[in-house]
């Protein structure tokens, strides 16, 4: 007997493939490139030298790498919107299948909330009298009516058109990226030409110190994985869009060291740790000019932008996967009628985003690193169940492969190590452990998570049909 829910969901409406390969590029690319590199850049270069800090970059961007490469075989596979979710339920089951979801949701949504707060903090950079009406304070940051509104109005403009269609997010996102991009060829133009070698000491500084930047490279990466996500709505074979997810995540990884090296050369150490918003500062003194810092910032805000754009879709779609496999209530499972976007699930995340800024600036750096051990531990549950599924299911059709045979074990096995000594960092008490409020942020994400897994039912029996047994098991338990 068929479920109600399983009835529902073939009579819903599907996605759209609305997304060339050009926007789908922008999406990936523009997931993983924030407002990180404008703010954090100076304190990577303080905490581990330029070298070592470009160095930590680039081990984050290899060990993303693998990950890419497993997530590549993975979504060209199974290129269902909700990515890890069919991924994990397929190979480890349901109960797996939430932990994960729910822990690259709950990353995504810290970061939707990080660029809601972001953005008013780098608009006042440019426009220092924009904090009017004192509200309250909140972790020492006073919070400003007008301040927080920018992020707010932001926020539902960025809500508003996700709901709408993902073809004018994605074009929006591509225009945004290329200007983006403009701005690293600027800043690269300045610093071989203005820079100076001899602003680049010290090179390096201690082991410490490169787990300090290692630690925020799930932070900084995390992006690529909403190109699963979106895999329904992408106008792409399968094979291309696990290149895409590699190639992405290189293209990224060349983006931060760019800024680490053009930052460093622009201006001494002792400079450089005086300056609140670092690369702008090294724009404006490369050029000799304050115009060209605010057009970095300019650029700071199109990569809030387009990880804004991009977080949300990430996390609409996850939200819209467990919501109609029965995981979440089936509110979530809903795709908008006209849209073909999970609006309800856009609209949730969307007032989060709204609220977010009311919270104040104090948020930022613990925002930064709360859900980071929850991306952490959804990648490494994805490297565990590619080997379960190469082992159990070596017929599985897989258009991309992230290597063949002995090769691609030794990829997966690779993937399972290194992001198991990532999740490491974050144990307290390890040299780069994060803050109390992190743990606490993370801790009650958490807590919420464990009421819904609480619901999920034992014994359904990992497979291709796992979802479908789930929703006849729940459909049974209501009756």
């Known amino acids: 007997m068929v479920s109600t829910d399983v009835q529902d969901r073939e009579a819903a409406p599907e996605f759209k493939k609305a997304l060339s390969a050009l926007d789908s590029y922008a999406l990936g690319f523009g997931a993983m490139i924030g407002f990180g590199w404008v703010v954090l850049t100076g ?17 984050g961007g290899l060990i993303m790498s693998v990950v890419g490469l497993v997530y590549g075989e993975m979504t060209a596979a199974m290129p269902k919107a909700g990515g890890e979710h069919h991924y994990l339920m397929r190979g480890l089951g349901a109960r797996w299948s939430f932990i994960g979801s729910w822990g690259i949701t709950g990353g995504y949504m810290t970061i939707v909330a990080f660029e809601a707060v972001a953005l008013p903090r780098t608009i006042e950079y440019i426009a220092p009298g924009i904090s009017r009406i ?21 926020a539902l403009a960025i809500t508003a058109l996700n709901y709408v269609g993902i ?22 133009f300045g610093s071989a030409t203005r820079g100076s070698i001899e602003h680049m000491e010290p090179f390096f500084t201690d082991a410490r110190g490169l787990f300090t930047v290692l630690i925020v490279v799930p932070f900084l990466f995390v992006g690529f994985d909403v190109i699963p996500q979106a895999s329904e709505e992408l106008r792409m074979e399968p094979r291309g869009i696990g290149r895409l997810i590699v190639v992405s995540v290189l293209i990224a990884t060349l983006w ?28 404006g003194t490369l050029f000799g000019s304050p115009v060209m810092a605010n057009v970095l910032i300019a650029g700071g805000i199109a990569g809030i932008l387009t990880s804004w754009i991009a977080m949300l879709i990430g996390a609409s779609r996850l939200l819209f996967a467990m919501g109609r496999s029965g995981m979440l209530p089936s509110w979530f499972g809903r795709l908008h009628p006209r849209f073909q976007t999970p609006g309800n699930a856009i609209l949730f995340v969307g007032a989060l985003s709204m609220i977010a800024p009311f919270f104040g600036e104090g948020m930022l750096s613990w925002l930064v690193d709360s859900g980071s051990p929850s991306i952490v531990l959804a990648y490494l549950l994805v490297c565990v169940v590619f080997l379960v599924l190469r082992r159990r299911e070596p017929g599985m059709e897989r258009p991309f492969l992230a290597g063949r045979g002995r090769l691609g074990v ?13 999740l490491s960092l974050y144990i307290p008490g390890m040299p780069a452990s994060i803050h109390p409020v992190s743990y606490l942020l993370c801790a009650l994400w958490w807590v919420l998570g464990f009421v819904f897994l609480a619901r999920i039912p034992r014994g359904i029996a990992p497979g291709e049909h796992a979802e479908e047994e789930l929703l006849a098991e729940l459909d049974r338990r209501r009756r």
Do not use: C, H, N
Not at 167 to 188: C, D, I, M, S, Y
């Open 43 to 59: 304190g990577w270069i303080e905490d581990g030298g330029t070298l070592g800090a470009a160095l930590a970059m680039v081990a």
């Open 410 to 422: 030794a990829v997966g096995v690779a993937g399972v190590v290194l992001t198991a000594g990532l």
């Open 134 to 154: 004192p509200l309250w304070s909140v972790f020492d940051s006073q919070v400003t009516l007008t301040w927080a509104l920018i992020g707010s109005v932001a």
């Open 256 to 283: 931060y060291v760019l800024t680490i090296v053009t930052t460093s050369s622009s201006m001494p150490l002792d400079r450089l740790r005086e300056s609140d918003l670092a690369t702008a500062d090294a724009m």
């Open 167 to 188: 073809k004018a997010a994605g074009l929006t996102q591509t225009f945004v990226v290329l200007f983006l991009l403009l701005v690293g060829v600027v800043l690269a």
